[in-house]
């Protein structure tokens, strides 16, 4: 799977946990370079408290487009650190 925004590969795998429709990339497979720290959460009754990234690609940025579960309830584990995407960012095999 591949994530794209502004026609770059932000994060691509092999591994991606699919979870209510969304891919969740483990975090190795992120590229780093375009993502910057948010100061958003949000709380999800049975994943956690959600963290995001602001997506940075050439000099354009879109906020929070990515989210991952630092800390994930027991109930998500499996998803904890992976990163998913959306507001525009396609995700494609």
Do not use: Q, R
Request: net charge negative; proline share 3%; hydrophobic share 35%.
């Amino acid at each position: 799977m591949k994530a794209v925004w502004n026609d770059k590969v932000i994060a691509e795998s092999e591994d991606t946990v699919v979870i209510e429709g969304n891919h969740y990339f483990p975090s190795n497979s992120v590229k780093k370079e375009f993502f910057k720290d948010s100061s958003t959460h949000t709380v999800c009754p049975w994943k956690g408290t959600a963290s995001y990234y602001n997506v940075e690609v050439d000099g354009k940025s879109n906020a929070d487009a990515a989210w991952y579960y630092p800390s994930a309830s027991a109930l998500a584990k499996n998803i904890e650190g992976y990163v998913a995407f959306w507001k525009g960012v396609k995700v494609t095999e």
